[in-house]
């Protein structure tokens, strides 16, 4: 029996409020708040990047698996905003936490989506007895334009998970993945910020591919809506997670858990895992858990894990994923933020 | 200016804390030694510092070396770990005004500074408070 054998998650401690940005756009803050149902972001600080907080939830979920390092067969780092242009961003996490020379490293590329995958590949290769451990990594610190509309909601965390075949918190059900060509979102080579198709990441893309991968899984498990105790669904925005668990018949309850994107925004790569790592954080042994990421270009990668017993376990031996959320906050004031992200620089 | 080879050659202390012990004496080195001074015993066994500890002393840093000029002010301070190694580091996610000898720290990768537009990213430890 395969699946997760540690998990951790990592958020950064600075903050910075939807109106804190309205006010220097002139845009209705309250408007936003309500349309993205979002009301604060989270923002790294100028000595953090993908790599960082890569290597802090992989530090965490280490505390939960309580393995070697160095039995760790294979090291995935999904982002779509990894530090360097040429040189993986695996290579430094790998050696922070102890897994080399042995092992095999990769960083992966897909917008929001990368994180599971790196995860979907890391689980898939233990399943298939290649390694004995894999872990898997979704991070980013994302960056929206100055007051275009993602400014208000792409922010920064990182979630890991570690595979393994004892001791297990989470067993693999099955895995899943629905994938089209979809020119939703994207960053030409050499621009800083990205662009987006407006209204079009909607309908043909978030929805159609969450859903399809949702229907997909739950259909060649012979599994409804009901049979799960919680879903996580990638989280652009608030409502988007909402809205697609009402479309496949899922309850409030179902989401509200792993639902952090009010008060932590878009972690892009980080989201649906960071999801997952706070429904761990408070699932029972037994629970069914569906988890369905989301990345433009566009597709989707879902997952059915069974809690088992030894989640109890392991749960309080690293910060919880709210705890993180909610505790030890830092507000910015827009001019920090700006400088923080770069928008402004130094003279040299 | 530090060059990817030092840099490279500082990876184990800088990444993992490695450091080594002389079980004879009981006296841990960082960065890790040859021989212990003590009693020049060769036969040290590896070692990894804790990651928790207090702050001994800080000092602000208002005008610091080149590749740290985006940073400044900055924090720096001697930290002592529950092992009893002292290290120094900056600390960071603190207000200046917050931070106050004998607070509780833990350790946090960070990126360290940047070799300028192009050059290579160093990444290492750095402190931040660790209220528990
Ligand atoms: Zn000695």
């Not at chain 1, 401690?13 to 845009?27: D, L, M, P, S, Y």
């Not at chain 2, 070799?115 to 430890?125: D, K, N, R, T």
Request: aromatic share 10%; with cysteine; proline share 6%.
């Amino acid at each position: 029996m395969e699946g997760i054998i540690g998990y951790g998650a990592y958020i950064p401690r600075n903050r910075i409020k939807v109106e804190e940005i309205a006010k220097v756009w002139g845009t209705d803050a309250p408007s936003y708040k309500r349309g993205l149902m979002l009301e604060e972001k989270s923002v790294p600080s100028p000595d953090q990047d993908t790599i960082t907080m890569s290597v802090e939830a992989s530090k965490n979920a280490l505390k939960r698996a309580k393995i070697d390092p160095a039995d760790i067969g294979a090291v995935y780092i999904g982002s779509e905003s990894h530090p360097y242009a040429v040189k993986p961003s695996g290579t430094v996490v790998a050696e922070a936490l102890g897994a080399t020379p042995e092992a095999h490293t990769a960083d992966f590329e897909f917008a929001c989506k990368a994180g599971t995958e790196s995860m979907f590949v890391a689980l898939n290769l233990v399943k298939a007895g290649v390694i004995k451990f894999g872990m898997g990594v979704g991070a980013d610190t994302s960056q929206g334009a100055p007051g275009d509309a993602l400014e208000y909601s792409a922010a920064a965390g990182a979630a890991a998970f570690i595979f393994g075949r004892d001791k297990i918190v989470a067993k693999i059900v099955d895995t899943y993945a629905y994938m089209t060509d979809t020119p939703d979102f994207w960053r030409r080579e050499y621009q800083y910020y990205p662009q987006h198709g407006g209204r079009f990441t909607g309908e043909p893309a978030y929805f159609k591919h969450v859903t399809g991968a949702a229907r997909g899984i739950m259909q060649n498990n012979d599994m409804k809506p009901e049979d799960f105790d919680y879903v996580i669904f990638h989280q652009p925005n608030g409502k988007f997670p909402l809205r697609v668990g009402k479309m496949l018949g899922f309850k409030k309850e179902q989401i509200e858990p792993g639902w952090l994107v009010n008060k932590l925004g878009n972690t892009y790569s980080g989201s649906s895992p960071l999801g997952l790592a706070a429904t761990l954080d408070i699932a029972k042994p037994g629970d069914m858990v569906l988890i369905v990421s989301y990345g433009s270009g566009a597709g989707s990668d879902a997952f059915i894990f069974k809690v088992t017993d030894h989640i109890e376990e392991v749960r309080n031996l690293a910060p919880l994923t709210r705890d993180l959320l909610d505790k030890n906050k830092n507000y910015l004031e827009y001019g920090e933020y700006a400088k923080f992200r770069r928008k402004i620089r130094k003279a040299d | 200016m530090s060059t990817p080879s030092r840099y490279w050659r500082e990876i184990p202390q800088r990444y993992r804390l490695e450091a080594n012990k002389c079980n004879r004496c009981e006296l841990t080195f960082f960065p890790p030694r040859l021989l212990c001074p003590e009693c020049k015993n060769r036969k040290l066994e590896k070692s990894k510092l804790t990651e928790k500890g207090k702050v001994i002393t800080y000092t602000i840093i208002r005008v610091p070396p080149a590749q740290f000029s985006d940073q400044a002010p900055y924090a720096v301070g001697i930290i002592e770990l529950e092992d009893g190694v002292r290290l120094t580091g900056q600390i960071v996610d603190c207000a200046f005004e917050d931070i106050k000898i004998g607070m509780k720290v833990k350790l946090e990768f960070r990126k360290l500074f940047e070799e300028g537009h192009a050059g290579i990213l160093c990444y290492g430890y750095k402190f931040v408070p660790h209220g528990e």
